[in-house]
């Protein structure tokens, strides 16, 4: 039986304003318009933090921390159990919000809401399992006992591609190993934070546990709470040129760090893949939120017999997707979030025709209210232009040919990034032999999607540190410590 619930409803437009939330209170404040990305307008303002708001969050986080940390796993399991039951509740709700102010078309808002929740059902199951370690020493004279402890106040920082999952994808962790968390979302998507902080409150978070604040300042506040002792870990999920300025600015306290950063990922398609299986797994990997995902395929590498059909299927099927405003019924692909990324995407497309691209659909930006750009297919691209090496973040499929699998696997690793990877092959020799040359975290053979709470994501090479949800992801947010027995 679903619980009720006594939280309003999230779509209402009086509540697209929020203001701090800090130690279990609302404070007012105002001072950030939230957009529209469908519209151009502004929908909301929520508040904007100070570099003393933060301390008072840090001080929040502080005195919740000893009484978290010792409430009973079952009770931590089970506060975050009722959440996931509160956000599947709000479900509509929170995707016809996640689609207004993202502006992801309505069914990849749905699609959010559901894998974000799972990140609490996933860690309530994993907050009762923490297990330590005894092990005789190799001289068997002694006992070693590993216990794991949490790790201390967490900084969360998330951005506006998944407002809801990015959040629980840490909230999760932090909170079912017993650690306090300051979240700031990103500024284009506050509102969807503030919304699952209500329903947290109403799950039964204790005041403090989960502060979330809103700032033009990122970069002022960061730095000055991770100077602060008490603060153990920074969690990032977002750019990798953020990422790195995040990484120096926790190096002067040695705060250990969770970095997810951006990706570039290769699609391979053999000729023997199944053609309609990989042109499904296609638009799913380029198209889930109008491709602007870490995961989202950004160059489609495709075997030199099978490379035609694979083009024209892929532009039939692009050609035929509704772009419109994300809430709208019909829409398949919704806005870009901002004008500059309209305009950061149709820089890349100039400079990859000049460079001897053909779109075989779409090309150039949309002119109507809001930041739309087209799902576009360009061939004969050549690796060596930008589109190759920085991320698209929009609906635009870039198609090279190869002709080995050593070429394949040339291309494919040619770039900084290493987060995600698909390959479409009837050949699972070859997919795994293929798959072991990779430089990526995740790989996906004859699927195009492959987030899930119960398996680690993350990256190698300049897509990040660590890995965020599956058993290991509660161990981010723990520290071991080891006890040297004599019996
Ligand atoms: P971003 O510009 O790096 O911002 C991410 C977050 O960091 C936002 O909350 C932002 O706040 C904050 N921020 C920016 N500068 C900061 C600073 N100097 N100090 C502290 N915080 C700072 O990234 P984005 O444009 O929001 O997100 C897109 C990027 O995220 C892409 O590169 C994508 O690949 C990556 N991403 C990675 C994963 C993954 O799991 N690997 C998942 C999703 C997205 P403001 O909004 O206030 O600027």
Same mark, same amino acid.
């Given at each position: 039986?679903?619980?009720?619930?006594?939280?309003?409803?999230?779509?209402?437009?009086?509540?697209?304003?929020?203001?701090?939330?800090?130690?279990?209170?609302?404070?007012?404040?105002?001072?950030?318009?939230?957009?529209?990305?469908?519209?151009?307008?502004?929908?909301?303002?929520?508040?904007?933090?100070?570099?003393?708001?933060?301390?008072?969050?840090?001080?929040?986080?502080?005195?919740?921390?000893?009484?978290?940390?010792?409430?009973?796993? #079952?009770?931590?399991?089970?506060?975050?159990?009722?959440?996931?039951?509160?956000?599947?509740?709000?479900?509509?709700?929170?995707?016809?919000?996640?689609?207004?102010?993202?502006?992801?078309?309505?069914?990849?808002? #749905?699609?959010?809401?559901?894998?974000?929740?799972?990140?609490?059902?996933?860690?309530?199951?994993?907050?009762?399992?923490?297990?330590?370690?005894?092990?005789?020493?190799?001289?068997?004279?002694?006992?070693?006992?590993?216990?794991?402890? $949490?790790?201390?106040?967490?900084?969360?920082?998330?951005?506006?591609?998944?407002?809801?999952?990015?959040?629980?994808?840490?909230?999760?962790?932090?909170?079912?190993?017993?650690?306090?968390?300051?979240?700031? &979302?990103?500024?284009?998507? $506050?509102?969807?934070?503030?919304?699952?902080?209500?329903?947290?409150?109403?799950?039964?978070?204790?005041?403090?546990?989960?502060?979330?604040?809103?700032?033009?300042?990122?970069?002022?506040?960061?730095?000055?709470?991770?100077?602060?002792?008490?603060?153990? =870990?920074?969690?990032?999920?977002?750019?990798?040129?953020?990422?790195?300025?995040?990484?120096?600015?926790?190096?002067?306290?040695?705060?250990?760090?969770?970095?997810?950063?951006?990706?570039?990922? &290769?699609?391979?398609?053999?000729?023997?893949?199944? %053609?309609?299986?990989?042109?499904?797994?296609?638009?799913?990997? =380029?198209?889930?939120?109008?491709?602007?995902?870490?995961?989202?395929?950004?160059?489609?590498?495709?075997?030199?017999?099978?490379?035609?059909?694979?083009?024209?299927?892929?532009?039939?099927?692009?050609?035929?997707?509704?772009?419109?405003?994300?809430?709208?019924?019909?829409?398949?692909?919704?806005?870009?979030?901002?004008?500059?990324?309209?305009?950061?995407?149709?820089?890349?497309? #100039?400079?990859?025709?000049?460079?001897?691209? #053909?779109?075989?659909?779409?090309?150039?930006?949309?002119?109507?209210?809001?930041?739309?750009?087209?799902?576009?297919?360009?061939?004969?691209?050549?690796?060596?232009?930008?589109?190759?090496?920085?991320?698209?973040?929009? &609906?635009?499929?870039?198609?090279?040919?190869?002709?080995?699998?050593?070429?394949?696997?040339?291309?494919?690793?040619?770039?900084?990034?290493?987060?995600?990877?698909?390959?479409?092959?009837?050949? %699972?020799?070859?997919?795994?032999?293929?798959?072991?040359? %990779?430089?990526?975290?995740?790989?996906?053979?004859?699927?195009? %999607?492959?987030?899930?709470?119960?398996?680690?994501?993350?990256?190698?090479?300049?897509?990040?540190?660590?890995?965020?949800?599956?058993?290991?992801?509660?161990?981010?947010?723990?520290? $071991?410590?080891?006890?040297?027995?004599?019996?």
């Amino acid at each position: 039986m679903m619980l009720q619930s006594k939280t309003p409803n999230y779509a209402d437009p009086a509540l697209h304003t929020a203001g701090l939330f800090i130690g279990g209170e609302w404070l007012p404040g105002d001072g950030i318009p939230v957009h529209d990305p469908s519209t151009g307008k502004v929908l909301g303002e929520v508040a904007d933090a100070s570099v003393e708001d933060a301390m008072r969050a840090v001080d929040a986080a502080e005195a919740a921390a000893a009484g978290w940390s010792d409430t009973p796993p #079952r009770q931590r399991s089970e506060i975050l159990r009722r959440w996931f039951q509160l956000m599947t509740e709000h479900a509509e709700e929170l995707a016809r919000l996640i689609s207004l102010e993202n502006g992801k078309a309505l069914p990849d808002a #749905r699609g959010e809401v559901a894998y974000a929740a799972e990140f609490f059902r996933w860690y309530a199951e994993e907050a009762t399992r923490i297990a330590g370690e005894y092990r005789h020493t190799p001289s068997g004279a002694h006992k070693i006992l590993v216990d794991h402890e $949490p790790i201390g106040i967490a900084v969360l920082i998330t951005p506006w591609n998944f407002p809801a999952a990015m959040a629980t994808r840490k909230i999760g962790p932090a909170l079912a190993a017993g650690c306090t968390v300051i979240l700031k &979302p990103a500024s284009e998507t $506050p509102l969807t934070a503030y919304a699952m902080a209500r329903l947290g409150e109403e799950a039964g978070v204790p005041p403090g546990v989960v502060n979330v604040l809103t700032t033009s300042k990122p970069s002022d506040i960061t730095s000055r709470m991770l100077q602060d002792p008490r603060v153990r =870990k920074l969690s990032f999920t977002g750019s990798t040129g953020v990422g790195r300025v995040l990484l120096a600015e926790a190096a002067k306290s040695v705060v250990s760090c969770s970095m997810e950063l951006g990706g570039n990922a &290769p699609f391979l398609v053999f000729d023997d893949a199944d %053609l309609d299986a990989a042109l499904d797994g296609a638009m799913i990997a =380029k198209m889930r939120n109008a491709g602007e995902a870490c995961t989202a395929a950004n160059r489609f590498i495709v075997q030199a017999g099978i490379h035609e059909a694979f083009v024209a299927g892929l532009t039939k099927r692009m050609a035929a997707l509704k772009v419109g405003a994300g809430y709208e019924a019909e829409t398949q692909c919704g806005p870009m979030i901002t004008k500059n990324a309209v305009k950061k995407i149709d820089r890349l497309v #100039r400079d990859a025709i000049a460079a001897g691209a #053909r779109a075989t659909t779409g090309g150039e930006p949309l002119q109507q209210d809001g930041y739309f750009y087209p799902p576009t297919v360009l061939e004969n691209v050549s690796h060596d232009t930008t589109i190759a090496r920085e991320e698209i973040f929009g &609906p635009v499929a870039a198609v090279y040919k190869f002709e080995s699998e050593d070429d394949a696997v040339r291309l494919a690793n040619d770039t900084e990034y290493g987060l995600a990877a698909y390959l479409y092959s009837r050949d %699972l020799k070859r997919a795994m032999r293929v798959g072991k040359r %990779l430089e990526t975290g995740m790989l996906g053979i004859n699927r195009g %999607l492959m987030s899930d709470p119960a398996a680690p994501f993350g990256g190698v090479k300049q897509s990040g540190l660590g890995r965020e949800g599956g058993v290991t992801g509660i161990l981010e947010f723990m520290e $071991p410590k080891y006890y040297a027995i004599e019996l």
